[in-house]
């Protein structure tokens, strides 16, 4: 059954799998609420800017999370994510999460065929068959590692079709692949280890959903996209 499902997500998406910015093309901007324990507690916002060859993904996070009116735990991040002929070239963020500094600086190097990465949590090479860990981006799905788009630390994973599902977001109705991303290694730490579920409206090709619980139950939604 798992080689099933594997299978049908290799053909869902390998017609497209040097050509996933295609997709974009239309995609000004897309606004995500980040909410916790049903109450918005900042966003995710990722600005598009299409050129001949070019696309720019310009990504802005906030959110702040209080208990009895202190702050608990905190996320401020910028990042530019670049792609030319349909691949990654460069990425970069700054983050700061409770106060520390988190960065990434990636590049393709053209020599080795690999990412260089410098970032917080890992510096070295990576497999162009990685990407990054952004909501935006549906390749996630089909992919087997992601890297941290916050310290660069690469995770393997795994991805399973769970079905259809019909979910309502801002009053519309929209019919969603459900899938269950999660770690390949099990024997990671918990706060290290992937688990989200996600919706991907093949439709418009977004994610429209992501939940996970860790010190509540946190979802990233669609608000606006165009």
Not at 57 to 75: C, P, R
Not at 95 to 120: A, H, M, P, R, W
Not at 135 to 147: M, P, S, T
Request: with cysteine; aromatic share 12%; hydrophobic share 35%.
């Amino acid at each position: 059954m798992k080689k099933k499902i594997c299978l049908f997500i290799l053909l869902l998406f390998s017609k497209d799998a040097f050509a996933h910015t295609d997709h974009y093309k239309a995609i000004v901007k897309i606004e995500m609420d980040v909410v916790r324990n049903g109450k918005i507690v900042g966003y995710s916002n990722y600005f598009f800017e299409h050129g001949d060859k070019k696309m720019t993904i310009k990504n802005y996070t906030k959110f702040n999370v209080e208990l009895l009116g202190v702050k608990i735990f905190s996320i401020l991040s910028e990042a530019i994510e670049v792609y030319e002929d349909n691949k990654l070239i460069n990425f970069k963020s700054n983050t700061f999460q409770n106060k520390k500094k988190k960065y990434v600086n990636l590049e393709y190097d053209n020599n080795s065929k690999k990412f260089i990465i410098n970032g917080s949590s890992y510096k070295g090479k990576a497999d162009l068959d990685c990407v990054i860990g952004n909501w935006w981006n549906h390749e996630i799905l089909k992919a087997k590692k992601q890297i941290s788009p916050l310290s660069g630390s690469i995770k393997e994973q795994v991805v399973t079709l769970i079905g259809e599902e019909n979910i309502i977001i801002n009053n519309k109705k929209y019919l969603t692949n459900h899938y269950k991303l999660k770690s390949k290694n099990e024997n990671l730490p918990k706060d290290k280890k992937l688990n989200f579920d996600i919706w991907y409206d093949p439709k418009n090709s977004l994610i429209l959903k992501v939940s996970y619980s860790r010190m509540g139950k946190w979802e990233y939604k669609v608000k606006n996209f165009e």
